[in-house]
């Protein structure tokens, strides 16, 4: 199996800095698409930004241009980071991983979420 460790994540004013990481292991496993949701009250779980093996970056709108993701395939980690933060960004974070995992049985494609770290952005 698989566990997505996050870190990162707190508080912070309108205008400053996060950044957050997550971690992936476990045993006889490849990474297709490593990602950052977001989940603010009363809201739907969104896309923040996802970065593919081998692919082009993706964001939301809404985080464009303050937002980069980038990944470690060495370590399997991705991290993001947010700049110029509002409070609108204020929501839970969850690390995605889209991943195939080996075994004698044969290979099986999973999709994986991290715990979530909270992110609260004051005015």
């Known amino acids: 199996q698989v566990q997505l460790v996050e870190s990162g994540g707190g508080l912070v004013q309108a205008g400053g800095s996060l950044r957050l990481s997550c971690a992936a292991s476990g045993s006889s496993f490849s990474i297709h698409r490593m990602g950052w949701y977001r989940q603010a009250p009363g809201k739907q779980r969104e896309l923040v930004a996802a970065i593919p093996t081998g692919g082009s970056t993706n964001y939301a709108d809404s985080v464009k241009g303050r937002f980069t993701i980038s990944r470690d395939d060495a370590k399997n980690t991705v991290s993001l980071q947010m700049n110029s933060l509002k409070p609108e960004d204020t929501a839970v974070y969850y690390c995605?991983?889209?991943?195939?995992?080996?075994?004698?049985?044969?290979?099986?494609?999973?999709?994986?979420w991290g715990q979530g770290t909270q992110v609260t952005v004051s005015s």
């Open positions: 995605n991983a889209q991943l195939t995992l080996s075994s004698r049985a044969g290979d099986v494609r999973r999709n994986y």
